[in-house]
């Protein structure tokens, strides 16, 4: 049977169960748009994906095919197998009603990836506060070396971009069509994504 591809509206985030030595495909169909992705261990949810300890551990920023990304507690959670864009962000949080309202001026704010994967985790008993920096597929955040200053650009996924993560433990995964205009060139769109 071909595995489900699921669709991601814009501006929503939905939740799934994977079991170790499974793989997650996120697609991006329309191209320039971003999907966060979270991850706990589905038999502690205390259990967390750590941008800080992955970025430690890789001694860089940008993070592609054969890296680990780590959990608060430092065992491996994902790995990424498989990735055709090369730029994705993990040091930056999840959009949301605060993005919104304190870079935007958005004085009736959408919930954004925080609200939307609050909303598609609470199912499995994790909090809001439990949310931690999402590992941004596609997200460009260039960073000038010398001042540190960062900004936020058009991701560099083309039409039918993907990338590819096995998981290394069983894990409840958060995964988004990302909601923040300045992320995604100024178009909200859709992301697609299959578990085999
Ligand atoms: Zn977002």
């Known amino acids: 049977m071909r595995p489900e591809l699921v ?5 929503t985030g939905t939740a799934f169960t994977m079991k170790a030595g499974q793989t997650l495909t996120v697609i991006d169909p329309e191209g320039e748009q971003v999907a ?3 991850c706990f261990n589905a038999n502690d949810v205390a259990e967390v994906l750590s941008s800080g300890r992955t970025l430690d551990y890789a001694s860089r920023i940008y993070l592609t095919t054969g890296d680990p990304l780590y959990s608060n507690r430092s065992n491996v959670m994902l790995e990424i197998v498989e990735d055709v864009v090369g730029r994705h962000d993990f040091l930056l949080t999840p959009c949301s ?8 001026g958005d004085t009736d704010p959408h919930q954004g990836c925080f609200g939307n994967l609050a909303q598609a985790l609470a199912p499995y008993d994790i909090k809001p506060d439990a949310i931690p920096v999402a590992f941004n597929c596609f997200m460009n955040v260039p960073i000038d070396g010398t001042t540190g200053a960062i900004s936020v650009l058009p991701p560099l996924s083309k039409p039918g971009d ?28 859709l992301i697609e994504c299959r578990v085999e």
Do not use: E, W
């Open 7 to 11: 669709r991601i509206a814009p501006r």
């Open 97 to 104: 009603k605060d993005t919104f309202r304190i870079i935007y």
């Open 36 to 38: 966060d992705l979270l």
């Open 162 to 189: 993907y990338m590819k993560f096995r998981a290394r433990m069983d894990l409840i995964v958060g995964l988004t069509a990302c909601s923040a205009l300045q992320s995604n060139n100024g178009r909200l769109k």
